[in-house]
């Protein structure tokens, strides 16, 4: 069963992780009583015995699994704005992956960050030890790789479609490096709400700026006043669906939220315990 740690800088360790358990299997966060359920999960979460018991009592409520997967992206993210919560979350983890008395594990992490953030890796101990045992390094797309993760998310949105030529356009554009996909995702993001009428068109994507441009029209008017612009729909991060719109209550709004209010819409490399 697959349990998924949101994104949220303004969350403890204990929110974060309890956000992950009580969402584990896709379970609909929008339930009635979900957020009261939650906040109690989380202070569930302060000692050792806390965290194994809530693992256990998220396996049973679904069936009696065996095994629960955590899975962390984006790491570097804590790491660089809430390294505390980060250390928090590395000895948490230590406890909820460790074995149970028979040599089962009740759960097991997969922790996703940047390969120039393994030093701070190293001052983790539990993630440190899990680089050092079991770890991949996920080489950087390719050519081929970026045009699929361009023109592959469409083939679930009959009836929208790239301009003749479009395509190669972003592929020309993307800088090398371990920004090329964040802002190619960006910019294909910012492409698909000025569809006409199904068509993602080549004057749109130029009045956009390009690849670059995209990110850097947005950032300038934030940057340059120093007012945090209103959030919009988030676009779903991953590389095979990197523009098709989704919408989802986020961990921060939900904790700013009163239970049963409306969500408010959100904006939005791996070693194994």
């Given at each position: 069963?697959?349990a998924?740690?949101?994104?949220?800088?303004?969350?403890?360790?204990?929110?974060?992780?309890?956000?992950?358990?009580?969402?584990?299997g896709?379970?609909?966060?929008?339930?009635?009583?979900?957020?009261d359920?939650?906040?109690?999960?989380?202070?569930?979460?302060?000692?050792?015995?806390?965290?194994?018991?809530?693992?256990?009592?998220?396996?049973?409520?679904?069936?009696?699994?065996?095994?629960l997967?955590?899975?962390?992206?984006?790491?570097?993210?804590?790491?660089?704005?809430?390294?505390?919560?980060?250390?928090?979350?590395?000895?948490m983890?230590?406890?909820?992956?460790?074995?149970?008395?028979?040599?089962?594990?009740?759960?097991?992490?997969?922790?996703v960050?940047?390969?120039d953030?393994?030093?701070?890796?190293?001052?983790?101990?539990?993630?440190?030890?899990?680089?050092?045992?079991?770890?991949?390094?996920?080489?950087?797309?390719?050519?081929?790789?970026l045009r699929?993760?361009?023109?592959?998310?469409?083939?679930?949105?009959?009836?929208?479609?790239?301009?003749?030529?479009?395509?190669e356009?972003?592929?020309?554009d993307?800088?090398p490096?371990?920004?090329?996909?964040?802002?190619?995702?960006?910019?294909?993001?910012r492409?698909?709400?000025?569809?006409?009428?199904?068509?993602?068109?080549?004057?749109?994507y130029?009045?956009?700026?390009?690849?670059?441009?995209?990110?850097?029209?947005?950032?300038e008017?934030?940057?340059g006043?120093?007012?945090t612009?209103?959030?919009?729909?988030?676009?779903?991060?991953?590389?095979?669906s990197?523009?098709?719109?989704?919408?989802?209550?986020?961990?921060?709004?939900?904790?700013?939220?009163?239970?049963?209010?409306?969500?408010?819409?959100?904006s939005?490399?791996?070693?194994?315990?």
């Amino acid at each position: 069963m697959i349990a998924r740690l949101p994104h949220g800088l303004r969350l403890t360790a204990e929110e974060l992780l309890a956000w992950a358990l009580a969402s584990a299997g896709d379970a609909d966060t929008m339930q009635a009583g979900w957020h009261d359920r939650w906040l109690a999960l989380a202070r569930q979460l302060t000692d050792e015995q806390g965290i194994r018991t809530a693992v256990e009592q998220t396996l049973a409520r679904h069936g009696g699994r065996s095994r629960l997967v955590l899975v962390a992206d984006q790491f570097e993210t804590l790491l660089t704005d809430a390294p505390d919560t980060a250390r928090r979350l590395d000895a948490m983890l230590g406890v909820m992956t460790a074995r149970r008395t028979d040599g089962s594990r009740p759960a097991q992490a997969v922790v996703v960050t940047r390969i120039d953030f393994l030093r701070q890796i190293e001052q983790l101990p539990h993630l440190h030890t899990a680089w050092n045992a079991t770890s991949l390094v996920v080489q950087p797309m390719m050519r081929t790789q970026l045009r699929e993760a361009i023109t592959c998310p469409l083939e679930g949105h009959a009836g929208v479609r790239f301009a003749d030529g479009l395509v190669e356009q972003p592929l020309r554009d993307t800088p090398p490096g371990p920004a090329a996909l964040p802002m190619l995702e960006y910019a294909l993001s910012r492409l698909w709400r000025r569809q006409d009428r199904g068509w993602l068109t080549t004057t749109a994507y130029q009045e956009l700026g390009g690849v670059e441009g995209a990110l850097a029209g947005d950032a300038e008017p934030v940057c340059g006043t120093g007012r945090t612009r209103p959030s919009g729909r988030r676009w779903s991060g991953s590389s095979s669906s990197s523009y098709v719109p989704a919408s989802s209550w986020t961990p921060e709004s939900a904790a700013r939220t009163p239970a049963g209010s409306p969500p408010a819409p959100s904006s939005s490399r791996a070693t194994g315990h």
